[in-house]
């Protein structure tokens, strides 16, 4: 009965979809990586031409620029192998109405970058698709970084809480 209940309520959870909508993100994160590095590579071109000229203090400022995009360039590598992993994992969601341990970090790391990164559609979406399966409680518990969130420690300190986005 109730799993008729949820397939009437549309609460199945449907491997397929999440596989397309990984898929997608690991295309955008692709996108998303070329623009940064283009960004960083000048941005570290220009440090070096702006010391060459001895202005120390402008140097430092786009130092700062060069930091958040090496940063950010990290996260989305982060991102990327967590949708490649969950891709190739899939199955283990469909036999389980919990998180499995070997996915959780996996999982409450996206959720946790989904909460971060607004203009990124694919990430909500799958951030929905876990919600469904797993509830509120466990979507709120990697968001807010609460104890054993799973949330890959690395990704909790860097790079949104130096206001970035994605």
């Known amino acids: 009965m109730g799993r008729k209940l949820d397939a009437l309520l549309g609460r199945n959870f449907r491997a397929c979809k999440l596989?397309?909508?990984?898929?997608?993100?690991?295309?955008?994160?692709?996108?998303?990586?070329?623009?940064?590095?283009?960004?960083?590579?000048?941005?570290?071109?220009?440090?070096?031409?702006?010391?060459?000229?001895?202005?120390?203090?402008?140097?430092?400022?786009?130092?700062?620029?060069?930091?958040?995009?090496?940063?950010m360039l990290d996260a989305l590598d982060m991102m990327e192998n967590y949708c490649r992993f969950l891709i190739e994992r899939v199955m283990l969601l469909e036999k389980n109405k919990?998180?499995?341990?070997?996915?959780?970090?996996?999982?409450?790391?996206?959720?946790?970058?989904?909460?971060?990164?607004?203009?990124?559609?694919?990430?909500?979406?799958?951030?929905?698709?876990?919600?469904?399966?797993f509830g509120k409680e466990f979507i709120a518990r990697a968001i807010e970084l609460r104890n054993n969130c799973g949330v890959n420690p690395k990704q909790g300190r860097q790079p949104w809480k130096a206001g970035l986005n994605c």
């Open 98 to 133: 919990e998180c499995p341990d070997e996915l959780k970090e996996t999982i409450s790391s996206l959720i946790f970058a989904s909460s971060r990164c607004a203009e990124f559609p694919e990430l909500q979406e799958i951030r929905g698709i876990f919600q469904l399966r």
């Open 19 to 71: 596989k397309v909508v990984t898929n997608l993100a690991v295309s955008r994160i692709t996108i998303l990586r070329k623009q940064r590095q283009a960004r960083y590579s000048q941005a570290k071109s220009d440090v070096v031409d702006i010391l060459k000229l001895q202005q120390h203090e402008r140097a430092l400022i786009r130092v700062e620029f060069v930091v958040k995009d090496r940063n």
